[in-house]
Nanobody, 115 residues
Framework: QVQLVESGGGSVQPGGSLRLSCVAS????????MSWFRQAPGQWRALVGT????????SYPDSVKGRFTISRDNAKNTVYLQMNNLEPADTAVYYC????????WGRGTTVTVSS
């Protein structure tokens, strides 16, 4: 059974940091690119980072470039999202995504940035 389980969300003040984790199971993790998305209330789900199978290449939208870092540990079947200098606009539910089985999502972890 393909499964993605996110953790690490929480509440933080503007300028703070969080690290999200996503543990994958049920598929060949090291053979799949992995991504993080987020969805704020009333908005579409949006991509915030993608990492290639070996972690050698990463991409980000301009909204998070320079603040967020996606990485992976294939030995642990885990993908991470390090988020620094968080802003209120980063408040959202964050989802892990694998392009397997026509697209597999985790259940999400909530990040709230507020003073």
């Amino acid at each position: 059974q393909v499964q993605l389980v996110e953790s690490g969300g929480g509440s933080v003040q503007p300028g703070g940091s969080l690290r999200l984790s996503c543990v994958a199971s049920g598929f060949a993790f090291s053979s799949n690119a992995m991504s993080w998305f987020r969805q704020a209330p009333g908005q579409w789900r949006a991509l915030v980072g993608t990492v290639t199978t070996d972690g050698s290449a990463r991409s980000y939208p301009d909204s998070v470039k320079g603040r967020f870092t996606i990485s992976r540990d294939n030995a642990k079947n885990t993908v991470y999202l390090q988020m620094n200098n968080l802003e209120p606009a980063d408040t959202a539910v964050y989802y892990c995504f694998a392009s397997i089985n026509r697209g597999t999502w985790g259940r999400g972890t909530t990040v709230t940035v507020s003073s």
